[in-house]
Each structure stands twice: as structure tokens, then as C-alpha cells.
Nanobody, 121 residues
Framework: QVQLVESGGGLVQAGGSLRLSCAAS????????MAWFRQAPGKEREFVAT????????YYADSVKGRFTISRDNAKNTGFLQMNSLKPEDTAVYYC??????????????WGQGTQVTVSS
């Protein structure tokens, strides 16, 4: 079992930066791929970025490529999402997830409660 708790969300102006953190509990976190999804009001949950269990592979949604960076520290059971050059359309609840990898919601068995990111124009 893996439990995930996100932090670091908040209100930021367009062009600004935020760093989301994901604290994981459970001995098996390092064996799972980790990812971030987001959900804006009235929209479906969408993939943002993923990183493999061994840090060897990262993959990003086109909408965030070049602006967001996903990383993880398996020794500290922690994941991160560095978000730069934020845009109002990045406003959403961001979820940290762990599972077998990929870009589909169903590929991740473990979900955090989410953290709100609001980008003002």
C-alpha cells in the first residue's frame, strides 16, 4: 500500500512558479512509476507528467512540456513537480499518483487527495 500527500499548491500570478511536493508512505513507493494529473473545474482529469521508478524515463503532456519538470527522490519517498511560466489554463487541482506508469488514469492505483493551483492573469 502507498499513501500520497501533496503540498505546495497555492495562488500565483501568470508567469510565476510553484513547486509541488508529494510525500509517500509505504515501503514500495520506489518500485512504482509516479505521475501528476490535474483536473480543472468542469473538465476531465488529465495527465501532466510521469517518471519511471528508476528515474530513467520522464514523459510530459504537450501542454506543459518545457515548463514543468517532474522528479523524485526514492531515498526520501518524495516526488516533485516544478512548474515554471505558469498560465491561467494551468489552474486545476493537481494529484500525485503512483502505479505502473503511462498516461491514463486507470494505470495508477494510488492517488493523493490533491492540491489546488490557481494562476491569475
Amino acid at each position: 500500500q502507498v499513501q500520497l500527500v501533496e503540498s505546495g499548491g497555492g495562488l500565483v500570478q501568470a508567469g510565476g512558479s510553484l513547486r509541488l511536493s508529494c510525500a509517500a508512505s509505504g515501503p514500495t513507493f520506489s518500485s512504482y512509476a509516479m505521475a501528476w494529473f490535474r483536473q480543472a473545474p468542469g473538465k476531465e482529469r488529465e495527465f501532466v507528467a510521469t517518471i519511471s521508478w528508476n528515474l530513467g524515463t520522464t514523459y510530459y503532456a504537450d501542454s506543459v512540456k518545457g515548463r514543468f519538470t517532474i522528479s523524485r527522490d526514492n531515498a526520501k519517498n518524495t516526488g516533485f513537480l516544478q512548474m515554471n511560466s505558469l498560465k491561467p489554463e494551468d489552474t486545476a487541482v493537481y494529484y500525485c499518483v503512483a502505479g505502473r506508469g503511462g498516461t491514463v488514469v486507470g494505470q495508477y492505483a494510488y492517488w493523493g487527495q490533491g492540491t489546488q493551483v490557481t494562476v491569475s492573469s
